[in-house]
């Protein structure tokens, strides 16, 4: 191996070449929660870091760095010169130049999103172990969808959003597709007639997708994510249908269905104690069939018929590490770091693990407006308000969703701004207070690095590198 003092100052920035989007559907997981998160440089009391030791940097083989320049909103792999001779700042001020594209005017790819959660119905034709969704008999009507939409459109103009990240969820939402479809219809006419881009996507457990369902929702160019936590009897274990029988064939013959379709769906899987020592053959599945999947650690919610054993602790650190050598044998030209890692996403920086109480309405069957999917005890508006957002924002009842900053433990933690530091109704369910660090932090710690240095190995496989001086 050549010494570094003779290596030439060679960076692979992310974001440069071509073919390395992935592509995640806006609301992609069964929670997601757009990240929430004010332009990075426009936070006040930032100072662009001066040395390495204040921002993510892993080791990537002898001879290769990879890091992340978070005032570029970049991952840049970088030969040892380019450590010795630029600061952060500087090296940033350098690809600056280099880049011919200008700097993302926002720090996430949609824009300004504002997330919605339509709650069509809290039935569901399966039983999951793990479900926080009471079963019942509650099914939203036309005529709510109708003004759920229309409230969703007034606050979106009031706090000037320029995106809908529309999501169809339940419970099973294809068991209320006619509400699905007609509140879809009349929200691409509200969009269109205010100038707001929609992004819709429905959140399915993948076992009632008929040729005319997909037809209906390709159509409408409606996104379908699908719940898949394993194969056989790991998806069956956790996953079964109301009479008791097993769900993944039924999933995995929807896969077919889709794929002979041309219908490319996205996979949301929910990782438990219980399943997370086969997440490397999972992966292996997905990645051969290249579909594109985002990993949710399971959130414990404390209702009736809960299983805490379920929650994944740093035992699980090693299957999900095993689980990204998979990744690394499969290693494709699209960027998996805004998947892998729970709320983390390292696509762009954000001051909170998800768009809770800022950015995210919750509308249930009968109109009532909630501030996430988990915390439907009690409603902190309804779609009669002129503008349910505002008292979502305002409320100082349930989730109170902390900038990562103003977390005890996190303040000082140099993944804040990527980490978010995770989903708040679990930290105040699990710890008792809002304004400290993720449970799941021990885990996020190890994985962290491990999702960059893929990154790193991506970029020197499929980015030309850019010379500096
Ligand atoms: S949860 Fe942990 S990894 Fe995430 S920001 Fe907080 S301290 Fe850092
Ligand atoms: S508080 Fe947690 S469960 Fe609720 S939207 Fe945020 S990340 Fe998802």
């Known amino acids: 191996m050549p010494h570094a003092e003779h290596m030439p100052a060679l960076v692979w920035i992310s974001g440069s070449g071509p073919n390395t989007q992935y592509p995640v559907p806006a609301g992609h997981c069964d929670c997601d929660c757009n990240k929430a998160c004010p332009p990075y440089r426009q936070i006040e009391s930032f100072q662009y870091p001066t040395t390495w030791d204040e921002i993510p940097t892993v080791r990537i083989d002898w001879c290769h760095s990879v890091a992340i320049i978070p005032h570029l909103d970049r991952v840049v792999a970088l030969t040892p010169q380019v450590m010795e001779q630029f600061s952060p700042a500087r090296l940033g001020s350098a690809i600056e130049k280099v880049l011919a594209s200008p700097l993302p005017s926002s720090c996430t790819p949609d824009g300004r999103a504002l997330d919605v959660w339509l709650h069509l119905t809290d039935d569901c034709n399966l039983r999951c172990t793990y479900c926080y969704v009471p079963k019942r008999p509650q099914a939203m009507s036309q005529e709510v969808a109708q003004r759920a939409v229309e409230a969703t459109v007034r606050s979106a103009l009031q706090h000037e959003f320029d995106t809908l990240h529309l999501k169809y969820a339940g419970g099973e939402p294809l068991l209320n597709i006619a509400t699905l479809l007609s509140a879809h219809d009349y929200a691409a006419g509200q969009a269109s007639q205010y100038g707001l881009r929609l992004k819709p996507v429905v959140l399915t457990n993948g076992t009632l997708l008929s040729d005319q369902c997909i037809a209906e929702l390709e159509q409408r160019d409606i996104s379908i994510s699908i719940s898949l936590d394993g194969l056989g009897a790991v998806q069956d274990g956790q996953r079964k249908c109301v009479d008791g029988s097993d769900s993944f064939a039924l999933v995995e013959k929807s896969l077919e269905r889709l794929e002979h379709l041309g219908v490319q769906p996205h996979i949301s899987i929910t990782v438990t104690a219980y399943s997370v020592k086969f997440l490397p053959a999972l992966f292996d599945y997905l990645l051969r069939r290249n579909l594109s999947f985002s990993l949710n650690f399971y959130r414990e919610h404390g209702r009736s018929g809960e299983q805490s054993h379920l929650s994944i602790t740093e035992r699980a650190i090693p299957h999900i590490l095993a689980a990204l050598e998979v990744v690394e044998q499969h290693l494709s030209p699209q960027s998996l770091i805004g998947v892998l890692a729970d709320r983390a996403d390292f696509r762009f920086t954000h001051l909170f693990a998800c768009s809770a109480g800022h950015s995210y309405l919750v509308i249930d069957p009968n109109g009532q407006v909630f501030k996430c999917q988990m915390d439907m005890s009690h409603s902190v508006s309804s779609i009669d308000a002129h503008d349910p957002l505002k008292a979502v924002r305002n409320s100082l009842d349930g989730i109170q969703n902390l900038p990562a900053g103003k977390r005890t433990e996190c303040a000082g933690c140099r993944w804040r701004f990527w980490c978010g ?49």
Do not use: M, W
Request: glycine residues 12%; hydrophobic residues 35%; contains cysteine.
């Open 421 to 469: 530091g995770g989903c708040p109704y679990l930290t105040n369910h699990i710890k008792g207070q809002f304004g400290t660090s993720s449970p799941h932090c021990d885990i996020y710690q190890a994985v962290f690095p491990a999702v960059l240095r893929l990154e790193g190995l991506r970029l020197l496989k499929y980015c030309d590198p850019v010379g500096l001086s």
